[in-house]
């Protein structure tokens, strides 16, 4: 079973409009860690934003914040006032315990378009 | 700080072949992961390890080999190359840091197999 899934493949925005981006986990581990990473068409990975599962407030990063809804396993990543640099494709991942021996496991992505 | 970097950014194979992909950290980061990235399929982890001398299978192991020998350098070798195998590589590595965990990838490795 997916652990990550992002159901939305392409999102459209207007500028300087907000816009969410969806992504739901499945984990029976208490214990867990939810990231987001962008990736611009040059192709690096660059982390967004984290939010851990005993966390009681949703993370804030500059524009971007974290909507975590964790008896819905949601953990959709907010983008305010959007920017024609923001295109770029989005990825959720999880890291499941506090064990420190499990890698971070991503979902499919979500191609963003800012649209001027 | 190079941070994470990997060697080569370009790579073509013919079928059969093998090579190694180098990844270098220089963080003293625990935590290295090779992925791939196909297109449509998200970044799928390839093995990863959790420090010096311990290695373990992700979800799509199999035509790749892994050792980690130093913190610092987590190699994957590509046995006998097959044209499923072209794909963008990314390299990763992390560490626990207060109540939460830090991972970075290298800039990627694009081989095509031919």
């Known amino acids: 079973a997916q652990k990550i899934t992002q159901t939305q493949p392409g999102m459209f925005v207007q500028e300087k409009e907000a816009v969410t981006l969806d992504c739901t986990y499945d984990?029976?581990?208490?214990?867990?860690?939810l990231f987001w990473y962008k990736q611009p068409s040059s192709g690096e990975m660059i982390f967004l934003i984290y939010q851990g599962s005993y966390d009681q407030q949703n993370a804030t990063e500059g524009r971007y914040s974290l909507n975590f809804q964790k008896a819905r396993k949601s953990a959709n990543l907010v983008i305010s006032a959007s920017q024609l640099g923001d295109s770029a494709m989005y990825f959720c991942?999880?890291?499941?315990?506090?064990?420190?021996?499990?890698?971070?496991?991503f979902g499919k992505g979500t191609r963003l378009s800012v649209i001027a | 700080n190079a941070g994470v970097t990997q060697t080569p950014k370009f790579q073509v194979l013919k079928t059969g072949q093998s090579m190694t992909l180098q990844c270098a950290q220089d963080?003293?980061?625990?935590?290295m992961s090779w992925y791939r990235q196909d297109p449509g399929m998200g970044l799928r982890l390839i093995h990863y390890s959790v420090g010096a001398g311990i290695t373990d299978q992700g979800e799509v192991p199999n035509g790749y080999n892994v050792s980690r020998s130093t913190t610092e350098d987590f190699p994957l070798r590509l046995l006998s190359a097959a044209p499923s195998q072209t794909s963008v590589y990314f390299c990763?590595?992390?560490?626990?840091?207060?109540?939460?965990?830090?991972?970075?990838f290298g800039p990627g490795t694009r081989l095509t197999v031919t």
């Open positions: 990763a590595s992390g560490r626990e840091a207060g109540g939460s965990y830090e991972q970075y």
């Open positions: 963080m003293n980061h625990e935590y």
């Open positions: 991942a999880m890291r499941e315990g506090w064990a420190g021996n499990t890698p971070l496991v």
């Open positions: 984990t029976s581990d208490p214990s867990y860690g």
